[in-house]
């Protein structure tokens, strides 16, 4: 397999490391890797997604321990409240040019912050990049995904 499977992971040294020895990635990798049918932009979008995912539902789960804030949203509200947008997409520029008066040359790699462009604007549509030509295919799925979650938990309370 491609470059993929060296763990380039940034930040804790040690982690990294260990996950080296033990060779925990690479399966997990491999795992993945097997169920899109060894399509590397499906491991690289899975690897990446699943972040969101698991933030979202941490946040879930802080509304449903919330009695007061559980008895109050429907699965709709819930599953707004539990989206966030990925912390940073990559961008490469194809020619020169400035930002916020900031020059930068062609083939610079330029960071979106896009979670922290969605808090400061209020715009939603930063989430799934929903009005550009990388808007993410699963902008429907998770959503829905996230109202079962909470659909499913609060029932479960009721019976
Ligand atoms: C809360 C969850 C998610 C969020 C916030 C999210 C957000 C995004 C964003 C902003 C992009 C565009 C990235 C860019 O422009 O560089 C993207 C792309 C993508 N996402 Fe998601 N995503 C989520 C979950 C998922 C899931 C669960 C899957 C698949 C199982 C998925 C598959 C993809 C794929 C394949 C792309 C690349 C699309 C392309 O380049 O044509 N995403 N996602």
């Not at 933030?55 to 449903?64: A, T, V």
């Not at 109050?72 to 008066?101: D, I, K, N, W, Y």
Request: glycine fraction near 8%; charged fraction near 15%.
């Amino acid at each position: 397999m491609p470059s993929l499977f060296s763990s380039l992971a940034p930040g804790n040294t040690l982690r990294n490391l260990a996950w080296q020895v033990t060779g925990k990635v690479t399966r997990a990798k491999a795992l993945l890797a097997s169920m899109v049918g060894g399509d590397l932009a499906g491991v690289h979008a899975v690897s990446v997604a699943i972040h969101n995912v698991v933030k979202g539902l941490n946040q879930m789960r802080s509304l449903y321990l919330d009695v007061s804030v559980r008895q109050t949203l429907t699965p709709e509200m819930a599953s707004h409240r539990c989206l966030f947008a990925p912390g940073v997409v990559l961008r490469q520029a194809t020619s020169s040019g400035t930002v916020g008066g900031c020059p930068y040359s062609a083939g610079t790699l330029l960071l979106l912050e896009l979670e922290k462009a969605r808090q400061t604007s209020g715009d939603e549509s930063m989430i799934f990049l929903a009005d550009t030509w990388s808007r993410c295919p699963a902008e429907q799925w998770v959503p829905a995904m996230l109202e079962g979650v909470w659909r499913r938990a609060t029932s479960a309370e009721e019976r």
